[in-house]
T-cell receptor, first 113, second 110 residues
């Protein structure tokens, strides 16, 4: 199965600074790379995703970059705000047609006002 | 449009008791999933149903059974609960790649 590692496990940044979370995966057939955000006591929600034929995708203050050769992808959050405080999960999909996402263990981001 | 709903929100069981967690979606999604979330472990897939009439094991299926009752509903059954099954259980559904999660069921097994 897919082995997924996220780093760091916790991250504290000052409001307005940038945050970067990295996800490393093992399956070279992986072709879909989402990031989910889970606020305290809430359900996980998709915030951004990227497919293997694209190197970078942006949506306002968040972006995802993919390095398929090195088998890692990263979440970038710029101009962080207190509402960005949450746990973020990467969840690569092993192969096209698979229904299974393999979630990383999560990164707890704290944005200090 | 309620999305994905789960019942109950919270449950306390004694070791050996059985219970069924209910999940329903109103988005006409084909695929449904059950995950458990433990501190520091992320979300781990228990079972999934790619379409009505099919179910498959995920990463941690032992101690659980599932039923895809119809396209809308996917239930998770614990036949004989154990303290190791204390967790938060999330149901999810999808049409394509994006999974939509329910609000979760917090289960405590004493």
């Amino acid at each position: 199965g897919e082995n997924v590692e996220q780093h760091p496990s916790t991250l504290s940044v000052q409001e307005g600074d940038s945050a970067v979370i990295k996800c490393t995966y093992s399956d070279s057939a992986s072709n879909y790379f989402p990031w989910y955000k889970q606020e305290l006591g809430k359900r996980p929600q998709l915030i951004i995703d990227i497919r293997s034929n694209v190197g970078e995708k942006k949506d306002q203050r968040i972006a995802v970059t993919l390095n398929k050769t090195a088998k890692h992808f990263s979440l970038h959050i710029t101009e962080t705000q207190p509402e960005d405080s949450a746990v973020y999960f990467c969840a690569p999909r092993g192969w096209a047609g698979s229904y299974q996402l393999t979630f990383g263990k999560g990164t707890k981001l704290s944005v200090i006002p | 449009n309620a999305g994905v709903t789960q019942t109950p929100k919270f449950q306390v069981l004694k070791t050996g008791q059985s219970m069924t967690l209910q999940c329903a979606q109103d988005m006409n999604h084909n695929s449904m999933y059950w995950y458990r979330q433990d501190p520091g472990m992320g979300l781990r897939l228990i079972y999934y149903s790619a379409s009505e009439g099919t179910t498959d094991k995920g990463e941690v299926p032992n101690g659980y059974n599932v039923s895809r009752l119809n396209k809308r509903e996917f239930s998770l059954r614990l036949e004989s609960a154990a303290p190791s099954q204390t967790s938060v259980y999330f149901c999810a559904s999808s049409w394509g790649e994006t999974q939509y999660f329910g609000p979760g069921t917090r289960l405590l097994v004493l």
